[in-house]
């Protein structure tokens, strides 16, 4: 099994930045592929942004690119999300998520192992 840790929430005024850290313990081999999604109240969790097993591949969902950039650390076996530019429509959980998949993931099916969450609220 893959455990996933999420930290670096916060309350944060429009505008502002986060950076988001996602730390993986347990069979760390068998993660290629992570991600991030978030939930909204109300709404259903969406795809934010995911990377390839090697880094070298991004994909992140249009309402966040230009804003948000995915990246990892392989050697620390931990994956983040470095937000900025932060809108009030950005308000949600933040949820790591990790998978075996060699492609980049972008739906749910796409992961096997999910973080606990790290709350993001931006104030206007």
């Known amino acids: 099994q893959v455990q996933l840790v999420e930290s670096g929430g916060g309350l944060v005024q429009a505008g502002g930045s986060l950076r988001l850290s996602c730390a993986a313990s347990?069979?760390?081999?068998?993660?290629?592929?992570m991600g991030w999604f978030r939930q909204a109240p109300g709404k259903e969790r969406e795809f934010v942004a995911a990377?390839?097993?090697?880094?070298?591949?991004?994909y992140y969902a249009d309402s966040v690119k230009g804003r948000f950039t995915i990246s990892r650390d392989n050697a620390k076996n931990t994956v983040y999300l470095q937000i900025s530019s932060l809108k009030p429509e950005d308000t949600a959980a933040y949820y790591c998520?990790?998978?075996?998949?060699?492609?980049?993931?972008?739906?749910?099916?796409?992961?096997?192992?999910w973080g606990q969450g790290t709350q993001v609220t931006v104030s206007s």
């Open positions: 998520a990790a998978g075996p998949r060699l492609w980049v993931g972008r739906s749910q099916s796409d992961f096997d192992s």
């Open positions: 347990g069979r760390t081999f068998s993660i290629n592929t």
């Open positions: 990377i390839s097993g090697s880094g070298a591949k991004t």
